[in-house]
């Protein structure tokens, strides 16, 4: 009996919790969760002095990002990443999703790539750094070309492999109606149906592209990626955390964003 | 009467040598201006392969293929209905049916006009902007019609259109295209496994069967109007089955 009886008031508290807000829930319990976190983050670095100097305390976060902006460097960064990011997605993506439909549409074409693709595609995008920075200096459209390149894989596989899918009899009704040809295949046919197959590829791009930009700008093209990396060189680890989070929040309006204009393009899918 | 598409002993196959996979067989199909023929065969027998020789999807590797319908603009006022319609899930249904007009350069009204009749034939006004995914299996098989109608198509191709649907929704179908064409005599061949679907449509049926496939026989049926399970139709029936196992072969039919 005196077992039984906080368990039982554990799963009221539980029932409590879970009918709360119904829907809610789940939202709720992700703030927690969120809070919990950054909590337990304080208390660690606030019993252990020593490692202020390797981990910046929560607490101080809002103070060195207001400083951050106040200076305008936050701006300035956020506005050159956004521009490499935006230009290399872009750029990646569209030729990306251009080649691997064309590639699914024309047998003989794909043959004529796949050496060079097999021989390519296993170098990451940052192993251009180099030629990049040969090429391009350290400049804006360095750090867009790695970023095109990571994005150009993921965008190239991901409509390929959607052009593959396709319903080959709907390629014959393309013939049947007068359609055939190669445009015909390719813009009534090939691009509508890979429309989701394509928009998945676009929507891993646009994630695996920060990750792109940061590194590009390690290497000193001005950014998110170039503060950072000064900030960790004095030690500020407080300003190392602001643009992580600056990151997590672009990403997410990125997505936001993406996830609106899916639904628009793909209101046909049940 | 006329001529509208002629088959001069058509042969397919694939590959060669010991691979050569044989299809068709010295096929003989001849259609006049206005008539319904259904082709009549077992399922993986050819039928389909024999319309998309017609609709020159498929060029044979023997033999003479005659359509005399003139073309316009690379394209012949011919359409094929195909199994399972295959509508396009990304194009609403007007869309879907306007699907063969396009590139042909006509204006926008002039299409959406005959989207809009064509659409009107298959009894389907109410449904011209909704999407595929929300429609019936009859309904799809409807627009699948609509759009080949839309063409206006002197010569109609249908690839067992009703195999899929259920009893009832398949025998109203079945009415309304019989309607659809007294209304417009437009020349129509029509494939199916189904051998009262064949008598009770059509003027001809054509039994295709063997493999590789070849014509068997050729049966006329009774005057319209044609009843179902019609009484004229008995002997009919029992001859095409006899004809169907001439060959020797299992044929697995519906009744």
Redesign the interface.
């Given at each position: 009996m005196t077992l039984a009886a906080p368990t039982r008031s554990a799963s009221r508290v539980w029932r409590g919790i879970s009918s709360f807000g119904g829907a809610a829930t789940p939202h709720l319990l992700a703030a927690l969760g969120l809070i919990l976190f950054f909590t337990g983050w304080e208390i660690a670095a606030r019993l252990n002095p020593s490692l202020s100097a390797l981990i910046p305390m929560p607490s101080q976060i809002p103070r060195a990002w207001l400083d951050e902006i106040s200076g305008g460097y936050w701006l300035a960064a956020v506005r050159n990443s956004l521009s490499h990011y935006l230009i290399g997605v872009a750029i990646g993506s569209i030729l990306g999703v251009a080649f691997g439909l064309v590639c699914g549409v024309l047998p003989w074409f794909e043959s004529l790539l796949a050496g060079l693709v097999r021989l390519l595609r296993p170098i990451p995008g940052l192993a251009w750094v180099p030629f990049a920075i040969l090429w391009f200096g350290l400049s804006s459209t360095a750090a867009a070309f790695v970023i095109a390149i990571a994005v150009f894989w993921i965008n190239f596989y991901a409509a390929f492999g959607a052009v593959q899918a396709i319903?080959r009899?709907?390629m014959?009704?393309a013939?049947?109606?007068?359609?055939g040809g190669f445009f015909?295949r390719l813009f009534?046919?090939a691009l509508?149906?890979a429309?989701p197959g394509i928009l998945a590829g676009v929507r891993t791009g646009l994630g695996q592209a920060w990750m792109s930009v940061v590194a590009a700008e390690l290497f000193g093209v001005p950014g998110i990626g170039a503060r950072m990396m000064q900030a960790a060189s004095l030690l500020a680890t407080d300003l190392v955390v602001v643009y992580m989070l600056t990151m997590a929040l672009l990403y997410a309006i990125t997505d936001i964003l993406f996830v609106a204009v899916r639904r628009r393009l793909t209101?046909?899918?049940? | 009467m006329a001529i509208i598409a002629e088959l001069l002993g058509v042969g397919l196959s694939y590959g060669s040598g010991a691979d050569r996979v044989r299809i068709l067989e010295n096929c003989d199909l001849h259609l006049e201006r206005g008539e319904f023929v259904a082709i009549l065969g077992p399922s993986g027998a050819g039928k389909s392969t024999l319309l998309r020789v017609l609709m020159d999807l498929v060029k044979p590797s023997a033999g003479d293929v005659r359509v005399e319908i003139p073309e316009h603009r690379g394209r012949r006022r011919m359409a094929l209905v195909f199994q399972d319609a295959k509508l396009l899930p990304w194009r609403k249904v007007s869309a879907n049916a306007a699907f063969g007009l396009e590139g042909l350069g006509l204006s926008r009204r002039e299409i959406s006009t005959r989207v809009e009749a064509a659409l009107d034939l298959v009894g389907l006004s109410a449904q011209i902007d909704r999407w595929p995914h929300q429609l019936s299996g009859g309904q799809r098989q409807r627009v699948g019609l609509a759009r080949a109608l839309a063409v206006e198509p002197e010569l109609l191709l249908m690839d067992e259109p009703f195999g899929a649907l259920d009893a009832i929704t398949r025998a109203d179908l079945q009415d309304e295209l019989l309607t659809l064409w007294s209304r417009t005599q437009k020349t129509i061949l029509f494939v199916t496994h189904d051998i009262d679907e064949a008598i009770y449509l059509a003027d001809r049926v054509v039994v295709l069967a063997g493999s590789p496939a070849r014509v068997q026989g050729c049966f006329a049926t009774p005057p319209r109007p044609h009843l179902r399970s019609d009484p004229r139709t008995w002997r009919l029936v029992s001859e095409i089955r006899a004809k169907l196992q001439e060959d020797g072969e299992l044929v697995d039919f519906e009744i």
């Open positions: 319903d009899d709907l014959e009704v013939r049947a109606f007068g359609h015909g009534k046919i509508p149906a429309t209101a046909w899918q049940s | -």
